[in-house]
């Protein structure tokens, strides 16, 4: 099986680098793709209450016969949910749908700083509440920027472990990757080739060509040495195979700076300080 290597968390706990995203995965095809992602050699899957397949998830996990203990799983806590008692139950229903007891980390999908009076920090002292009874091994945050982060580190007792973030090489992150190892918060890439807008970029073809990988092969290795917690997705048996097959090769800082050298601060996803969407 394919050797993931682990990033150590600022409470003490590990996560694997290399995980599956199952972002705008329907349902009925989860299952399925988580497991073929799990018998791929993929330890860490990363869902959320608004992708509506937490339960296929939980179904999928289950039927692998891979120990629980042994597959770091991942939620988020959905946007209509913030107040505390809101997201008190949205968590209970998390565990629910996953069928676990537990998961490895739990995360604020958005800030929303334009609703709720702009209070995430009640939020996220409700997510320390479930880091406490240990129903969460982790709590962390998703799409916060350097300010939001600093507000929780200044008012709240626990920091993040984790930042998950939209970064690519069209979008480094470079301020916010900073701002997160000055408070030793984890950086998780979604969208990390950009919804494949970096594929045909010319530096990214000729690293690939010279390597013998595909383009997005050398961009997943990109985010690897960089650091990023990263998690492609991908219905696809072959494609989910071929992301994952990344270990047996590295890249040169040269080809590093090359790639990062490309950042044009291009989102494909929205900014995180006007986002204010709350699911029907």
Not at 117 to 135: H, K, M, N, Q
Not at 236 to 244: A, G, L, Q, V
Not at 247 to 275: H, K, W, Y
Request: glycine share 6%; hydrophobic share 40%; net charge negative.
């Amino acid at each position: 099986m394919t050797a993931v290597p682990q990033i150590l968390l600022n409470n003490g706990r590990s996560i694997p680098q290399f995980g599956f995203g199952v972002f705008q995965i329907p349902p009925n095809e989860t299952v399925e793709a988580v497991t073929t992602a799990l018998e791929a050699g993929y330890r860490h899957i990363d869902t959320a209450e608004m992708y509506g397949n937490e339960r296929e998830v939980g179904e999928a996990v289950r039927k692998s016969g891979i120990d629980r203990s042994d597959v770091f799983v991942t939620s988020k806590l959905n946007n209509a949910f913030h107040l505390p008692d809101d997201a008190r139950q949205a968590f209970d229903r998390t565990l629910d749908e996953l069928g676990f007891d537990y998961v490895d980390l739990f995360l604020i999908h958005w800030p929303l700083p334009t609703r709720y009076g702009g209070d995430f920090v009640s939020t996220w002292a409700t997510l320390e509440e479930f880091y406490r009874d240990g129903r969460a091994r982790s709590i962390g945050v998703s799409n916060f920027q350097p300010n939001h982060l600093h507000r929780l580190k200044n008012e709240c007792t626990v920091v993040p472990a984790v930042d998950q973030v939209e970064v690519h090489p069209y979008l480094t992150q470079d301020d916010l990757r900073r701002a997160c190892a000055d408070m030793q918060i984890a950086v998780e890439a979604w969208s990390p080739i950009a919804q494949g807008k970096v594929l045909q970029d010319p530096t990214i073809v000729e690293i690939a060509d010279r390597v013998g990988k595909t383009p997005a092969q050398v961009v997943l290795r990109w985010h690897i040495e960089r650091g990023d917690i990263v998690f492609p997705k991908s219905v696809t048996p072959e494609r989910i195979r071929e992301n994952i097959d990344i270990f047996d090769f590295e890249l040169s800082g040269t080809d590093v700076e090359a790639i990062s050298a490309l950042n044009r601060n291009e989102r494909t996803g929205p900014d995180p300080d006007t986002f204010d969407l709350i699911p029907s």
